[in-house]
C-alpha cells in the first residue's frame, strides 16, 4: 500500500537494474555526442563536404571554444520554457464557477492573464516590483496586481477558490508557506502548484533520461511548428531579460516535498512530471458541521505516526 503523500514517477521504465543504468547512460551520452557533431556540421560549424570533382579535404578542426558557442546557439534555438508548457495542467485542476483565484509568485503576469479568463478575480501577487510592473503592463482588468511577501503580508483574502503557483513554492520554506495557503482556501478549495525539485537520480535517473531526450525532442516539433504557422507558444526569454529569479539548485527533492506535504497537509498529492517539475495538489476538506479543517502545525503529523508506530 503507498503511503499518504508519497511520489509517483511519470515513467515506462520499470525494474531496471543499476547495471541497466550505467549501460544506458553510457550510451545516451554517446549519442547525445554523435548528434552534436552532426548538428555542428549541418549548420557549417565544420565543413568537410568535397566539391563535386573536387579530391576530399581535410576537415576543419575547430577550436573547443568555437564548437562551444555553436553547440550553445543550438541548445538555445531548440530551447523553450517548461513552466509555461504547464500553465495547461494547472488550469486543470481549477474548480468550476471560481469567483477568486490567487497567483502565488505571478513573475511578468502570463499565467495570471490565462488565469483571468476562468475566474470572476485574480489576485496576482509578487514580491519583486519589477514583476508586478511588467504584470501591470500586461494584465486585464481581473487581475489585481499586489506587491507582498506571502509569508511575511496579510493575503488579500481568506476565501480564495483556488491558490495556484508555477515555480515559485522552491523559493520558499514548505513548512512556513503550505500553512499560510491553507488558511486562504475556502472549504473546498483547491492548492495547485508547480516548482522545481532537487536532482534525485538515486530515484528518478529513468524520468531524468526521458527528459533530457524528449525536451531536445519537443524543442524540434516547437521550432518546426513556429516556422510553419509563425507561433511558438512555449517561446522562454532568459531570466536576464525577464528580471525573474531562478534558483539552480532548490533544496527538496520530489519525495521530500511529498513527506513534508503530507506532515502539514493530510491528503496532499505529490508526483513528479516529466520536464523537471513537481505537482502538488490538496483539496481543503470539509468537516461534516460544515467548519473547513485546519492543517495541523508541522510536525504534528509526523510526532502522531511516530507514536502509531511505537503502539
Known sequence: ????????????FTGTTSSFARTAGRKVAAAAAARQQVLLTDIGCNPAVAGEGD????????????????????????DWSHNTYYHRLLLRH?????????????????FAARLAEHSAQVD?????????????RRAPDNVDCILADVLTDPLPAK?????????????????????VFAAALRPGGVL????????DLRHEWPVELVAAVAHRLLGVVFLANGLLRGSRPFAKEHHTR?????????????????SQAAAVLPGARVRRLLFWRYLLIWEKPILHDGS?????????????ATRGKRR
Not at 94 to 110: E, M, N
Not at 193 to 198: E, H, K, Q, S, T
Open 124 to 136: 496576482a501577487v509578487d514580491r519583486s516590483a519589477l514583476m508586478i510592473e511588467q504584470v501591470r
Open 292 to 304: 473547513p479543517a485546519t492543517p495541523p502545525p508541522w510536525g504534528a503529523g509526523k510526532e502522531r
Open 55 to 78: 579530391s576530399p579535404r581535410e576537415p576543419v578542426a575547430w577550436p573547443p571554444a568555437g564548437r562551444r558557442l555553436c553547440s550553445g546557439i543550438v541548445a538555445a534555438v531548440l
Open 94 to 110: 481549477l474548480p468550476r464557477h471560481c469567483q477568486r483565484v490567487l497567483d502565488v509568485g505571478c513573475g511578468d503576469g502570463t
Open 242 to 258: 525577464t528580471g525573474m529569479p531562478v534558483v539552480m539548485n532548490p533544496p527538496l527533492t520530489t519525495r521530500a516535498v511529498a
Open 192 to 199: 495547485a502548484v508547480v516548482a522545481l525539485p532537487r536532482m
Open 1 to 12: 500500500m503507498t503511503p499518504e503523500g508519497s511520489t509517483r514517477v511519470d515513467t515506462a
Open 159 to 179: 476565501d480564495y477558490d483556488a491558490i495556484l503557483s508555477i515555480c515559485a513554492l522552491h523559493h520558499m520554506p514548505l513548512q512556513d508557506a503550505l500553512p
